[in-house]
């Protein structure tokens, strides 16, 4: 299983960036975005259920960030980007047993991981 994130960069505060996650597997499983800066935890930015269908943020990227699903590639649409959105950021795939919509954020939910793209926003 191989999770393969792309479209990281540097950008001005108030920038867009697209991040994608070409994923190894088969459309059942509930993915998500992680971040996480220097010192800091691992964090859930956004999820997305198997089908799509359901999409789920932090409240501190509410409006700004957009997740979304292709078949077998996820994306992440960052806009009105901020310095405090500067951190490696991490896919993440995993089943969508129990209470997947309220625990998305949780990373122990997650089986397969990316190895992270760098986001810099100054």
């Known amino acids: 299983v191989q999770l393969v994130e792309s479209g990281g960069g540097s950008v001005q505060a108030g920038g867009s960036l697209r991040l994608s996650c070409v994923a190894s597997l088969d459309g059942r499983h509930c993915m998500a975005w992680f971040r996480q800066a220097p010192g800091k935890e691992r964090e859930g930015v956004a999820g997305?259920?198997?089908?799509?269908?359901g999409t789920y943020y932090a409240e501190s990227v509410k409006g700004r960030f957009t997740i979304s699903r292709d078949k077998n590639t996820m994306y992440l649409q960052m806009n009105s980007l901020k310095p405090e959105d500067t951190a490696t950021y991490y896919c993440?795939?995993?089943?969508?047993?129990?209470?997947?919509?309220?625990?998305?954020?949780?990373?122990?939910?997650?089986?397969?991981w990316g190895e992270g793209t760098q986001v810099t926003v100054s």
């Open positions: 993440a795939a995993g089943g969508c047993w129990g209470a997947w919509t309220t625990t998305w954020y949780q990373p122990q939910r997650y089986n397969y």
């Open positions: 997305i259920s198997a089908g799509g269908g």
